[in-house]
């Protein structure tokens, strides 16, 4: 079992940054991948970013390429979203994800889920 924790979500202003951590705990990471999905009202899950463990594949979807960043500490079972140039459209509940294998941006892959943090980008 993993278990996943969120955490720096909150409110900013249009132009501004946030960074969202994922703690993760509960047993071997090294086979895991690690995704940002992001959901607002209304709409579909979306994956945001994803990133091997190894670090030697990543994801963004084409709306934060060149402004999210996804990012891990394997040491501290970490992994980060750096949120730069933020848009009222990002505004979502934000959800660490971990499956196995390669990435994907299939939702039902991710195994393993948080509780979400919420992020809203005022205009």
């Known amino acids: 079992q993993v278990q996943l924790v969120e955490s720096g979500g909150g409110l900013v202003q249009a132009g501004g940054s946030l960074r969202l951590s994922c703690a993760a705990s509960?047993?071997?990471?090294?086979?895991?991948?690690m995704g940002w999905f992001r959901q607002a009202p209304g709409q579909e899950r979306e994956l945001v970013a994803a990133?091997?463990?190894?670090?030697?594949?990543?994801y963004y979807a084409n709306s934060v390429k060149g402004r999210f960043t996804i990012s891990r500490d394997n040491a501290k079972n970490t992994v980060y979203l750096q949120m730069n140039s933020l848009k009222p459209e990002d505004t979502a509940v934000y959800f660490c994800a971990a499956a196995r294998g390669v990435v994907t941006t299939t939702a039902a892959r991710y195994e393993y889920w948080g509780q979400g943090t919420q992020v809203t980008v005022s205009s």
């Open positions: 509960g047993r071997s990471f090294s086979v895991l991948v």
């Open positions: 990133i091997r463990w190894s670090g030697d594949e990543t």
